[in-house]
């Protein structure tokens, strides 16, 4: 890894720059800490159409320049919201930086909130959420996380609901920007061929007038219950997720917790994809995904099989939950997950977006550099006996809720 550099502005805003001179790109993000769990109620898929706002233009310029700007110069421009961040992010070669840099702030700081481009873009997130509908592979994780955590804000999907989208104004746009995107929220990070000295002086002219402060309160530890959500739908498959409630960000056994879904359903060598696609052909899709937030977190095994293959499918699924509570993994499991996680880990940091995308979560969840040798230190202490202790508490029926979107 690079040294990190990292400055912190008048008005909270910071600054984390990584150089990286044997390549000839840089990537950029412009981060704001706040996603779905900050909405009020009413708000319920702001965050997601304030991100589409920001690129409908600004005082200087309209959509088709802000793509043009950076597409134009051969980079890729791009965002995404969940629950906790914000990021609008592009890579570039090293000589634009600068542009890059100017576009994201103007978007950030400039945007004209124009009422006839919401109008617009109104119409397209609903038709978004109407497409997330139509493929059950993917509504179904957002379906199971709100059953799951119900009433929670980490419960609520990020995309919001046709009602709230609906009914959003430019007022509602501007009281949450003014509420969510402050200072010391805002990260602006660079990693690749760029001097910091240069990143910074960009950030103090393009960001320094951003209001200072932060909002962001936390909420209690979501508590997930268990049962079953069966919608029927005239589809050829059921689409599942099997879950249970896992470790936060913040917790001791997070890096215990990847170690377990690796060995439940992390590529083809687990224990779920050999047993229910490689031996039986009963999926072809087949596996598991953990999401670790600021207060809490959770495990999903999910799939699609046809309909009288799903009793099978489910049933295989509980006797390895069984297996893992009742034998534990085996030491070559878990020596062989431990290294496919560092591995996996070594290689992304090998692309410039995978740095700036890694350095930039750690200080927004721990207010620090994490360097790569302490995570793979980490990774490297867990035990076979911590998996199976936390797969005992965790995998257990009582815990367990699943989901399906399927053929009645």
Not at 44 to 64: C, D, P, V, W, Y
Not at 164 to 169: A, H, I, L
Not at 278 to 305: C, D, M, P, Q, W
Request: with cysteine.
């Amino acid at each position: 890894m690079g040294e990190i550099t990292k400055v912190k502005l008048d008005n909270g805003v910071r600054v984390l720059v990584e150089p990286i001179h044997h390549v000839r790109s840089v990537a950029i993000g412009l981060w704001c800490k706040t996603g779905s769990r900050h909405e009020q109620p009413g708000e319920e898929g702001i965050t997601h159409f304030i991100e589409h706002m920001l690129f409908k233009g600004t005082s200087r310029r309209n959509a088709k320049q802000i793509a043009e700007a950076i597409e134009g110069r051969g980079g890729m421009l791009n965002a995404f919201t969940d629950k906790e961040q914000t990021c609008y992010y592009c890579r570039v070669l090293a000589g634009d930086a600068e542009c890059a840099v100017d576009v994201l702030a103007d978007m950030m700081t400039g945007s004209l909130l124009d009422p006839e481009e919401i109008g617009r873009e109104k119409t397209v997130v609903l038709e978004e959420i109407k497409r997330g509908e139509d493929e059950p592979g993917d509504h179904v994780h957002d379906l199971h996380m709100q059953a799951r955590w119900g009433q929670h804000p980490l419960g609520k999907p990020v995309i919001g609901t046709r009602e709230t989208v609906s009914s959003f104004e430019r007022s509602d746009i501007v009281r949450y920007i003014d509420r969510q995107y402050r200072g010391e929220n805002v990260v602006l990070a660079a990693a690749g061929y760029v001097e910091p000295d240069d990143v910074v002086r960009m950030a103090r002219e393009w960001l320094g007038g951003i209001q200072p402060g932060a909002a962001d309160d936390q909420p209690p530890r979501p508590q997930g219950s268990a049962g079953t959500l069966d919608v029927h739908k005239s589809i050829e498959q059921v689409h599942f997720c099997i879950g249970t409630d896992s470790a936060s960000v913040y917790d001791a056994e997070l890096h215990t917790s990847v170690v377990l879904d690796g060995i439940l359903g992390g590529g083809m060598s687990s224990r779920l994809f050999q047993e229910i696609r490689e031996k039986r052909g009963l999926a072809y899709s087949i596996g598991s995904y953990g999401l670790s937030y600021s207060s809490g977190g959770a495990l999903t095994v999910y799939g699609g099989t046809a309909k009288e293959y799903w009793p099978q499918v489910q049933e295989l699924v509980r006797v390895e939950f069984g297996r893992l509570i009742e034998d534990g993994p085996s030491e070559d499991e878990v020596e062989r997950v431990k290294r496919n996680v560092s591995g996996n880990l070594v290689l992304a940091l090998e692309g410039m977006s995978a740095r700036m995308m890694r350095m930039t979560k750690n200080e927004l969840n721990h207010e620090r550099e994490v360097p790569i040798e302490e995570t793979l230190a980490k990774i490297e202490a867990v035990t076979v006996e911590q998996v199976a202790e936390l797969a005992g508490r965790i995998l257990t029926e009582d815990k367990v809720s699943t989901t399906t979107i399927g053929p009645a």
